[in-house]
């Protein structure tokens, strides 16, 4: 068998089949790495193998992340892939945000422009497929709004039933819009995104529904694809530093696992420094780091960048890992920051969501403290679109855009209503386990 899973954990190391639905260690709890037994002689080969892929119509090619399936090979039978042609983001120049932050020049992968507008499409396509795999009939995760909105389409592409678990009042309306369209249940709980996950990964381990949530290493696998595909847009010339959002963690992940498997295969002879910026005041990953500790430093999580509003992020342990594997670093930047950054990036004729303009914020910050070189080759990542939150933007540039606020849209007339024939409405409920196994018919 090519791949199995591992456990990351030193004093434990684990090994399960790929066909185990266990998304962490059985033996310990802890976080799991898919490993492979890699058939690849000639690098140089597979890439041109991959550039030569560009030129195909065939459903795995046009996919930015099935494309490069040697780096990835835990699908054996291609039939059961779910795709969507993710993938294929452009990398831009950037050149009025490198006068902002102080680079000679700055470039930036804006996964905004992924199918459903993030990211999560290139780890959803590899968690679905694996779900597919394991003949899954209902799929789930908790999420602030970009994880939902993908999974949901990918589910619903698959044939699967899709159940969203999404903190009440803490998720950007175009990420919302998205989930009910594709058809998913959507679970509208009481409390934060951690309430959400602790119940998500408690009704996961004792049911069949299949958890799609960053802890789920067959996710990571797919979102490795940003790298790999960034790396050929740039002839294999390895950039000095990626820059990325810090949010779950499992972006800052499974980069460091791609840049690690390619570096020890032969692709590429440096790794780039995987330097995540969080927000300041969902920040656990850098209070862990100042603090030395061992375990986490959670927090309570406040942020208007919604895509990172976690306070106990699932993936830190690998994402630890990834800085320690490149000399990376995290740091932090404050909404003021953000926001200004946001701007900077419309400036430039690229709309992102608040929360990838973290990355930018995170540059002008580092350069200013002398970790960054302004002679550097960087690239930033950009993870949503910028449809995803649009009302943050058109607050900032009304001059109304708070920390801490309450907006309200009012109905002033009704006329001629539309009957929502096929109206899929969240469902507000208890932060109760027993009540939602119950709605789930679990």
Request: include cysteine; glycine fraction near 6%.
């Amino acid at each position: 068998m090519v791949a199995s899973l591992k456990c990351i954990e030193e004093n434990c190391r684990d090994i399960v089949s790929p066909m185990s639905k266990a998304y962490v260690c059985p033996t310990c709890g802890g976080l799991q790495d898919v490993v492979y037994d890699f058939q690849i002689d000639d690098p140089e080969e597979i890439k041109h193998l991959f550039l030569q892929r560009r030129l195909s119509n065939h459903l795995l090619d046009l996919s930015g992340v099935w494309r490069y399936r040697e780096l990835l090979p835990f699908c054996e039978d291609v039939s059961k892939v779910v795709s969507m042609q993710e993938g294929n983001t452009p990398i831009y120049e950037a050149p009025r945000c490198a006068e902002y932050v102080g680079l000679k020049q700055l470039h930036l992968k804006h996964q905004g422009l992924n199918p459903t507008g993030s990211f999560k499409d290139n780890g959803m396509t590899a968690g679905v497929t694996q779900a597919n795999l394991l003949n899954s009939r209902m799929v789930a995760c908790a999420s602030t709004g970009n994880t939902s909105a993908s999974m949901a389409a990918y589910a619903s592409r698959a044939g699967m039933k899709a159940v969203i678990f999404i903190p009440d009042q803490q998720i950007a309306f175009g990420k919302l819009a998205q989930s009910l369209d594709y058809g998913a249940l959507t679970l509208q709980l009481e409390g934060d995104f951690d309430e959400s996950m602790k119940l998500v990964k408690e009704i996961t381990q004792e049911t069949d529904v299949y958890l799609l949530n960053s802890i789920n290493p067959f996710r990571l696998e797919g979102q490795k694809a940003i790298i790999i595909e960034m790396l050929c847009q740039r002839d294999w010339q390895v950039p000095d530093r990626v820059v990325v959002p810090g949010g779950n963690l499992g972006n800052s992940a499974s980069f460091g696992k791609a840049i690690r498997e390619l570096h020890d295969l032969g692709f590429i002879r440096k790794m780039p420094m995987v330097t995540i910026i969080q927000a300041q005041r969902a920040n656990p990953l850098y209070q862990t780091l100042i603090d030395h500790s061992p375990r986490l430093v959670p927090v309570e999580a406040h942020t208007l960048a919604t895509a990172i509003k976690i306070g106990n992020p699932v993936s830190w342990k690998k994402a630890v890992r990834a800085m320690d594997w490149t000399q990376g670093w995290c740091d932090f930047v404050s909404e003021q920051d953000i926001a200004d950054a946001k701007a900077m990036i419309g400036r430039d004729g690229i709309g992102c969501e608040p929360a990838s303009a973290t990355t930018v914020a995170g540059i002008k910050k580092l350069i200013r403290t002398g970790e960054i070189d302004p002679e550097e080759d960087v690239v930033a990542v950009l993870t949503g679109n910028l449809l995803k939150d649009p009302d943050y933007a058109t607050n900032y540039h009304q001059d109304s855009l708070y920390e801490e606020a309450t907006y309200r849209n009012e109905l002033l007339e009704k006329k001629d209503k539309v009957r929502s024939t096929f109206a899929n409405a969240p469902i507000k409920v208890r932060a109760d386990k027993e009540e939602i196994l119950k709605i789930l018919n679990l």
